[in-house]
């Protein structure tokens, strides 16, 4: 690996950031290691054993988790869409409700992929309900790719579609099938 060099043009200030933070943390540690040393008043053979034992615990118990969070590399966030419709049989629907629903899971599944459009995550049943997830950085696109599909499934009376975007996690709109 090699080194990191800060200059005008590559400065990544989340790494920079960690660098000083464990350049200031290493110098306290260095700080309290010459502290120990003086008040224990160890011999150089007593210094030769307690620095290489005391420098590499306070690297691996401290320094080294020192980071700044970050976003995944090319992605900023992800924004969602919810596909919701009442099941006929049951809370669960019948077998073949379900059966049915997972066709079309694999279908939308298959076309978002081709499109690069998003991501299927899978389906949720429950309460005479289920909802088909999808993740991707632009809801608009991927429900203009799914909703033609939608419509044409059996089970398109009723539906919704709820529409979150990447940037805007707590704001939300619902579109009636």
């Known amino acids: 690996m090699g080194a990191h060099v800060y200059g005008v043009n590559n400065v990544n200030w989340r790494e920079f950031l960690e660098f000083v933070c464990k350049i200031l943390v290493g ?18 053979v007593g210094q030769v ?39 006929n049989n049951g809370e669960y629907g019948s077998e073949d409700e379900r059966a049915g629903v997972h066709r079309l899971a694999e279908e939308l ?33 991927l429900y203009a790719a799914i909703e033609p599909h939608l419509r044409r499934s059996v089970y398109a009376d009723g539906m919704t579609a709820m529409l979150t975007e990447p940037a805007e996690l707590i704001s939300s709109r619902t579109v009636r099938l």
């Open 27 to 44: 110098g306290l540690f260095v700080y309290a290691g010459f502290y120990f040393v003086e008040d224990f008043e160890f011999t150089v």
């Open 49 to 87: 054993i307690f620095w290489p034992i005391f420098l590499l615990l306070a690297y691996w118990l401290v320094i080294r988790e020192i980071y700044i969070p970050r976003a995944i590399k090319g992605v900023s966030s992800f924004g969602s869409v919810v596909v919701e419709f009442s099941l």
């Open 109 to 141: 599944d298959a076309l978002t992929k081709k499109l690069g459009v998003g991501d299927y995550d899978g389906d949720e049943f429950g309460a005479g309900k289920c909802r088909l997830f999808f993740y991707t950085d632009n809801p608009d696109a």
